[in-house]
């Protein structure tokens, strides 16, 4: 099995935001478009009730560098993180709930 080196992975993620993000790549803040690619990054999430980081959501964060405004792209579903790879994941599960009526 060939590794891919850090470099591999951040053309890997580069490419997969790319062909997500159509249209104005503008932050929509400050209009500025110089964006960076953040560090691969796990945001964990409540398993209720039990109240404890049951789940864990990797996750590419994409950082404004004027304003620091940061989008949030779901690496599992951008096809970057295919198995859960720590202690207490899961499996990403998510039910459609539309936060936007579109025209
Ligand atoms: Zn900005």
């Not at 790319?18 to 400050?30: A, D, I, T, V």
């Not at 691969?40 to 620091?68: Q, Y």
Request: aromatic fraction near 6%; include cysteine.
């Amino acid at each position: 099995m060939v590794e891919n080196t850090p470099q591999d992975r951040t053309d890997q993620i580069v490419a997969a935001i790319r062909s997500h993000w159509k249209g104005n790549q503008r932050c929509p803040l400050c209009h500025s478009n110089k964006w960076t690619l953040g560090e691969l990054s796990a945001i964990p999430s409540f398993d209720e009730p039990n109240v404890d980081f049951g789940c864990v959501h990797p996750t590419v964060p994409i950082v404004c560098l004027v304003c620091g405004n940061t989008l949030l792209f779901n690496a599992m579903v951008l096809g970057i993180v295919s198995e859960p790879n720590q202690p207490g994941t899961r499996p990403l599960e998510l039910d459609y709930v539309p936060v936007a009526e579109g025209k």
